[in-house]
C-alpha cells in the first residue's frame, strides 16, 4: 500500500460544485423574512469633534425603520488586542470624535437600500474640524494635532527586538550600508465586499451571518461591545469571498446591523460599497523603513539594524502584530549574530492600517531582500551565493524568539540557481532578481486573550460510515474544508467523500482562531488529526476485538479497509467494522475530539516554510514602462496535503504580491483616498499576468499534521524585492519607495543618465 | 412608473414589471433569485457581474434591465444542462480555477462567450477574453489552463 491514500491527491475543492453553479450562497446572497437594508453615514472630515446629530429628519423619511448613532449603543471602545485596553481604540459608531474619512457616526435601516442611502443625507451632523496629520513623520512632532487623549506624540505602539551585541559587531565589519525604503499602502479589494445579516429575535439571541476570517473573534468580540453572553451570539460564515487579512476583525458592516437589529428585533443587512471597501476598512501598513547591514568582504552577515515608522491611521486594529511582525521577518531567512529592530506605529488621520497577507513580511522582504542585492553587488558576490552563506538551516534558533526545524532554504536556492543558469543569457532589458523569504505557520501569541485552544475540531462517524467533521476553521477561498477534509480522510482510512465538512458556526462548531496567519493547515490541522485518530482509535478498538489478532499486530484503517498493519490482506470493510462497533456501544455514535495549541515553540510560530522566487522583467529604457515576464518560485511547505490548493496560493500570491510590488497603491490628499474604485486601482489583470512555474522542494515538519506547514501568505513575500532586483538587473536602477512604478523606473533612468553625463 | 419586461433567462420566459432604472443584474438577482451572478463593484470594472446577453458577454451591472427586453440571458445557473456540468465548469473544478468563488461565475460567462465566438482561441486571446474579470484568488492562469484545457478537447459537451 502506498504511504498515502488521499494526501497528495489532486482533488477537487468540495465546495466547488456549488460555487460552479451559482448554488455557494454567501451573505451578499442572502435575504431572510421581514429583512432591512441598513446603510452608514461617514465622516467626511479626517479630523473632527462632533457637536451634534440631528436624525429626526431621516427618521420621518418614508420606508426608514431606525436610526442610530453612537448614543445608541454602550459607547464601548473595542479592539482585536484584547489583553490590551489601551489598545482597544476603536469604538465603531463614533459619539465624540471622528478620526479619519470613513469614520461611521450613523446608520439606517429602511424597507430598501435606496430609502437607507436617502435616508443618510437627511441626517445632519453639525462637526467642529480639527487640524488632522496624515503622515506619521509629521504626527510625532511635539506640535501636531492628538489623535487620541492622552497618547503622546500620537505613539501608538512601539516594539523592541534584540539579540547580540550589535553596536560591537558593525565596528567589526569591513563593509556596512545605511538605506532607506518606503512601503506603500494596497487595498485588500476582496471580490465580496465586507457585508453582515444580523438578527436579534425576541428571545434575547443573536445571529450573524457574515463574511469573516473568524467567526470566533467576531462572536467574542460583539459579546464585548453589546456586553452580551458569548453563547447568545451565533456568528455563521457563509461561503466567503475573500479576505486576505481584512476580515478579522469586527467591522462597521457587522456592528451596524447588529445595533439596529437589536433595536428593531428584524434581521438587518449591511452590504459595504466598493468606495466604502476602499476608504473605509482596513489597509496594508506603509512604513518608512531605515536599514543598516554590515558584512565581512566575503559576504558574512555580521549585524542589521532596523527601524520602522509605521501610519498606523486612526485606531489600532491589527497594526500591533504587523509592527512585531516586519521586525521579526526584517531578520528572515538570515542567521544574523547580532540584530536589533525598532518600530514605531503612529496615529494618523487616515483609514487605519491593519493585517493583510503577510502581515508586515512583504515589506522586510522588500527591504531586506532589496539591501542584500545592494551590499552584495558592492562587494562583487553573486546574490545567491550571499544567500547561501547566510540563509537558514534546520534545527536553528532565532536567539530568543524562535525554534526553526524544517527549513529547505538552501535546497530552494540550488533550484533557482540552477533556473536562472538555464535560462543561460537574457534578451536585451531583461532582468532576473531573486529574493529569498521564510513565514510562519501560525502565530503563538494570544493578545486575542482566548481561553480556548487555538483550534480544535470533532469527529462524527454516523452507522453508514459517513463521517462529520465540525471544525470552528474558515475557508475564505484558500482551501481550507477540502485541506482539513483530506487530512480527516487520510487519518480516519476513508475517502474524501466519505467527509462532509461543517465549519466556522459558533453554534455546532469548536472554537478556532480563524484564517489568518496562515494558520489553518497547520493548527487546525492537527486538531482535524487528533480528533480523526480518536474516532479511529474507537472503531480499532472493536476491531482488535472482533479479528481475534494477536495482541502483539497494530491495527489501522485504510482505504476503507480495517486491517492488520503488517498483513493487510487480513481486514474487515470500514462500514461493517462501524455498523458493528455503534451497535457494541449501545448504539452511540463514534465522536473523537481534536484539539491543539502550540506549546514550547518559542514567541512566534511552530514552524516556518521558506523559498526563493526569480523574477524576470523586460524594461523599455527609453520610458521606464516594464512588465513582469516570468516568476518562477523554489519553495517548500512540508508535505504537500492539497497540490492544487499550494498552486492556486502560489500563483494567487504572485497577483497580489506582484501587484504591491508594481502597481498597487492608494494615493491621498488630506486624508482621502484618491483612488477608491476598481476603475482607480490598479491591479493585475489576466493580460498583466506573468508565466508562473514552481519548483516544489520536498520537507517533512515535525510539528505540522503529516508533515505540513504554511503555504499561504509567506508567498507573498519576496514578489515586491525580486522585482526591485529584477530592474536593477536590467537596467541598474534602485527604486527604494513601493510601488515600483514605470514612472519611478523612467525618472531613476533620468537621473542616471544625468549623474552619468555630469561624471 | 412601472413598465412591462420581458425576458427568456436560462430557457425560461418571464414577464415582469420594473422600473426603468432597474438594472439587469437586480432583475436577475431580487427579482427572480438567481443570486449566482454577483456584483463586485457596480461600475463595470470587476465582471462579476457578466452573464450572456443575446450570446453576447454583458456586464450585467452596467445595463438597463429594460435595454434588455425581449432578450435571452443565460446565467451561470444555466450552464449546467440536464443534470451534467458543462465542460468549463468541469475544467474550473479540475484545475483550481476558483478559490473564494465570487468571480468564478462572471468568470465562466466570459469565457462562455469567447468560446461561443472562437472555439479555437490562442493563449493571448484566453487572456483578452477574461481581462475584464478580476479574480483576486488564482491569479488568473489555472483559469486560462482550464480553458485550454477545454479549447483542447478535453471536456466534451454531454448530450
Redesign the interface.
Known sequence: MSKYSVIGQRVRRVDGPDKVTGSAKYTFDMVLPNMLYGKILRSPYPHAKILNIDTSKAEKLIGVKAVVTGKDTLGRKQGIWRRFPELCDEEILCREKVRYIGDPVAAVAAIDEDTAEEALDLIEVEYEPLPAVFDPLEAIKEDAPQIHDGVELNMNVTRHIEWGDVDEAFKKCDYVREDKFKCSSQAHVCMETHDAVASFDHGGKLTVWTSTQSSYYIQRLLADILDLREGDIRVIKPPTGGGFGSKFELDSAQFCAVVLSMKLRQPVKIVLSREEEFTATKRRTPMYYYLRLGAKKDGTLLAKEVRVITEGGAYTAMGATALYLTGFFSSFPYKYPNYRYDGYRVYTNTAPSSAMRGFGAPQSTFTGESQLDMLAHDLGIDPIEIRRKNGMTPDYEVPGQAFIQSCGLHECLDSIDEYIKKRGELPPNHGIGVAAYGFMSGGIFNWFDTPYAFSAALVRVNIDGKVDLFTGACDIGQGSDTTLSMICAEELGVRLEDIRIHASDTDICPADLGAWGSRETLMNGNAVKMAAADAKSQILEYAAAKMGANIVYDLDIKDQWVHLVDRPERGVSYFDMVKEAIRGRDGEVIIGRGHYTPHRKGMISPAYSFGVQAVEVEVDPETGKYGLTNVTTAHESGTVINPVGIEGQLEGAIMMAGGYGFCEDQPMDGGNILNPSIADYKLIRSLDMPETEILEIDTYEPEGPFGAKEAGEGLTNPTAGAIGNAVYDAVGVRVTDLPITPEKVFRALRDKEKQSKQS | MRKELRLVVNGQPYELYVKPKTLLVEVL?DHLG??????????A??G?CTVMLNGMAVKSCSILALQADGGEVL???G??SGGE?HPL?EA?????A????????GM?MSAKAMLDENPEPTKKQI??G??G????????????RAVTAVVNGEYKEKK
Not at chain 2, 474550473?92 to 483550481?96: P, R, S
Open positions: 438577482r438567481l443570486t449566482g451572478t454577483k456584483r463586485g463593484c457596480n461600475s470594472s470587476c462579476a446565467t451561470v445557473e450552464l449546467a456540468l465548469q474550473f473544478l479540475d484545475h483550481g476558483l478559490q473564494c468563488g465570487f468571480c468564478t461565475a465562466l487572456k483578452e477574461i481581462h474579470n478580476i479574480c483576486r484568488c488564482t491569479g488568473y492562469n489555472s483559469i486560462i
